[in-house]
């Protein structure tokens, strides 16, 4: 695959960083719990949400793809926040063109993509604003477009908004192999959290877990 261009390393990611620090340490129990999941398939491809903003999704997946990635599986992160994408910002990448161009047709997957030096970690950011995030994500071209990466990757990891604040994560969400939701402790409520659950049942979400944020 020729990849549009090489990336510098990410920027305070703890499992990059300090990958001796007990928090890199949650991080691959996580890895290795999401890896001996009972699934149909081989390929997976997980959604990562939460109830609210600042419960720390973002910073989660990241440092679990790079956690991914130093052993040596192959890693897509796809940042499908498109009304407030981060993951770009964290991998220090520009976001000029991503995933709306994709599913618009405006640019092929090669052209977006960007290859990481972190064993076999790519990523695909956002891209342009998307007036109707929705219609972009429910379209046929996001099912065949998930369907292909997951048969190219070890696993693909995608970052939505809070499932309780957008339509188009249960939209997604439906799409995946499986849903984690991060929770903040002492902030995230059980009510939300409830709610959560129960909106990612609606759409029939496979909810596999969930990761607590200390932070």
Do not use: W
């Not at 977006?112 to 956002?126: M, N, P």
């Not at 970052?159 to 929770?183: I, M, W, Y």
Request: contains cysteine; positive net charge; charged residues 25%.
């Amino acid at each position: 695959m020729n990849k549009k261009t090489q990336l510098s390393r990410p920027r305070g990611l703890i499992t990059y960083s300090n990958s001796d620090s007990i928090i890199a340490d949650q991080f691959r129990a996580i890895r290795t719990n999401i890896k001996f999941l009972p699934v149909e398939k081989k390929n997976r491809v997980i959604l990562i949400t939460s109830p609210d903003k600042g419960d720390g999704k973002s910073t989660s997946i990241a440092n679990l793809a790079v956690s991914m990635a130093q052993q040596h599986e192959k890693v897509l992160l796809i940042d499908a926040n498109l009304r407030a994408p981060v993951i770009h910002n964290m991998f220090t990448i520009s976001n000029q063109v991503g995933l709306t161009d994709l599913l618009t047709g405006k640019a092929t997957f090669n052209d977006v993509v960007y290859e990481t030096d972190i064993g076999k970690l790519d990523v695909l950011t956002s891209g342009p604003a998307f007036l109707n995030p929705s219609e972009l994500l429910e379209s046929e071209k996001m099912k065949d477009f998930l369907m292909n990466v997951a048969s190219s990757y070890d696993i693909v990891l995608i970052d939505s908004p809070p499932v309780l604040k957008a339509a188009e994560t249960r939209v997604v969400a439906n799409q995946c192999d499986g849903v984690v939701l991060v929770v903040k402790r002492g902030k995230t409520k059980l009510e939300r959290l409830a709610e959560s659950r129960k909106l990612l049942k609606l759409v029939d979400a496979k909810l596999i877990g969930a990761i607590i944020n200390e932070k």
